[in-house]
């Protein structure tokens, strides 16, 4: 990239313009998953719609790389690139909320932690993800699976509106009543379409929720994962919550001695009536006995941020991911297998259950197709020492390579590795050409390639 586009970019642009040789060039071309290192032309740390505009018409105009980071908690690390452009968005993290409509309007650069703290204030939520720090913006453009998600729907569900600046620098909105295909598309579709500068939700009135972790000895995972499998098929929409394999971190709830031992574990969210909590989390507290707990009564966002500790930037990751419809006695097998040998602390895997109203939405009303899915499984291999690399991807593989076949071909692209591109079409499934149609309309020069890619058509 030449001095003059810099020069061009940086007068263009209020954000800094960060190039090789600058102080803090390894800071912001840094990304959360470890294993990324890539070495942009330039980071353009946006402040603005103006900033973004000009930074795509740039990447356009030059012929280069261009890599949107709202997050950054890609792991393929989609957020950065060799020899291009990044446009950073984590100078745009307002967040603003109409109680009285019971909206929130967030910019593109938005964490999960700046929405809640804005929302939480006027006692509402949307659907997000499970761990604070994550991008509000790759997260809904995915789809958007959290706590709240059985009784609200999918983050992208909840999506009123986006501000868009397409790959030929135009900023449109895309709603129910403009550019009602880009809006589609949008609702799963990833960040193939453009970038988005501001995200307007629906909110719900979710202020304290009931609920937090349980560990259980390995012993009872069968009954945990088959007790799992029927309950929820039913289970008041209020109830969210996963099982999940967990090594023991030293936490003062867990007896010391148990400190570093696998177990079956569950994350909990009651998002009723507080006073009910303990009756809905009853069921399960009856499967088995329960080893360490810490579960109450507390306030939504404390939920969401509960286990930022154990996911912090920096760690090495590798994740592989499906969606399951019918959860086997074969599958759960496979489950039992592999789980208890989770190599270290960070790395787990989740059974999310997306039934509830996330399938009262068509699977053709929005981009996000699996509507009939009942779980998405996503297998995280998170590592802070590279030395672990092998061991940790291998018990990802190995995992995965046993429950696939029991599970749909497709997975949630956000839970997705980067050699799993091959992967896009089954998990857009027949929404697929509807996509390609909408991408060759608004970036028919794939300008948004770093994603899930959804190649335009000829
Ligand atoms: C620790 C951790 C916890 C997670 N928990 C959950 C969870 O509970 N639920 C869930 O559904 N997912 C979860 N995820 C997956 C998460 O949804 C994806 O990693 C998501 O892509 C992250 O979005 P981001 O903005 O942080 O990432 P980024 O790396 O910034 O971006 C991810 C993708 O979105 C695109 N993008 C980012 N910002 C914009 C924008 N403003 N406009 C257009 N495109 C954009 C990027 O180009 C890239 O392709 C988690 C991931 C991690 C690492």
Not at 63 to 69: N, S
Not at 73 to 98: K, Q, W
Request: glycine share 12%; net charge negative.
């Amino acid at each position: 990239m030449g001095s003059s586009v810099v020069e061009d970019l940086r007068s263009a642009t209020k954000g800094a313009v960060i190039v090789p040789g600058d102080a803090g060039y390894d800071e912001a071309r840094a990304v959360y998953n470890a294993m990324i290192d890539r070495r942009p032309a330039a980071v353009v740390k946006a402040t603005s719609v103006q900033d973004v505009v000009a930074a795509v018409n740039a990447a356009r105009d030059h012929g280069l790389d261009l890599a949107i980071r709202g997050g950054g908690h890609s792991v393929p690390g989609f957020g950065t690139c060799d020899a291009g452009v990044v446009i950073e968005l984590s100078g745009m993290r307002g967040v603003t909320v109409d109680p009285a409509g019971r909206t929130a309007r967030a910019q593109g650069g938005a964490t999960w932690g700046d929405f809640n703290d804005a929302t939480h204030a006027h006692g509402l939520a949307t659907t997000g993800g499970i761990i604070s720090t994550t991008g509000v913006a790759g997260l809904t453009l995915g789809g958007g699976i959290g706590y709240l998600a059985r009784g609200h729907g999918l983050s992208c569900d909840n999506l009123v509106s986006a501000e868009v600046v397409t790959a030929d620098g135009r900023r449109l909105v895309a709603s129910d009543r403009e550019h009602q295909d880009l809006f589609w598309a949008l609702r799963g579709g990833g960040g193939n379409f453009g970038v988005v500068t501001s995200f307007e939700f629906r909110l719900h009135p979710v202020d304290q929720i009931y609920g937090g972790p349980m560990f259980f000895e390995l012993g009872e995972a069968r009954s945990i994962l088959e007790w799992f499998r029927e309950f929820i098929a039913d289970a008041p929409e209020e109830f969210g919550g996963f099982p999940l394999w967990q090594i023991a971190p030293p936490l003062p709830f867990i007896p010391e001695e148990r400190h570093g031992e696998p177990f079956i574990a569950f994350v909990a969210c009651w998002a009723g009536p507080i006073d009910q909590g303990e009756a809905a989390l009853r069921p399960l507290h009856d499967v088995a006995p329960v080893v360490a707990e810490h579960v109450g009564a507390m306030p939504y966002p404390a939920l969401n941020s509960a286990f930022d500790g154990l996911v912090p930037p920096g760690l090495q990751h590798y994740w592989k991911a499906n969606f399951v419809t019918e959860l086997t006695d074969e599958a759960i097998e496979a489950h039992l297998e592999h789980g208890p040998r989770v190599p270290v602390v960070n790395s787990t895997m989740h059974l999310y259950p997306i039934n509830g109203a996330c399938q009262r939405v068509a699977s053709d009303e929005t981009a996000f197709a699996y509507r009939d899915a009942n779980f998405a499984t996503v297998i995280a291999g998170m590592w802070p020492d590279p030395e672990q690399n092998d061991a940790n991807t291998a018990w990802v593989r190995d995992y995965y390579d046993a429950t696939a076949p029991l599970s749909e071909e497709g997975g949630y692209v956000n839970f997705m590795a980067g050699d799993d591109q091959d992967r896009i079409r089954a998990n857009y499934k027949g929404n697929y050409d509807r996509l390609v149609e909408v991408k060759t309309t608004y970036d028919p020069g794939n300008l948004f390639h770093l994603n899930q890619n959804i190649a335009p058509g000829p």
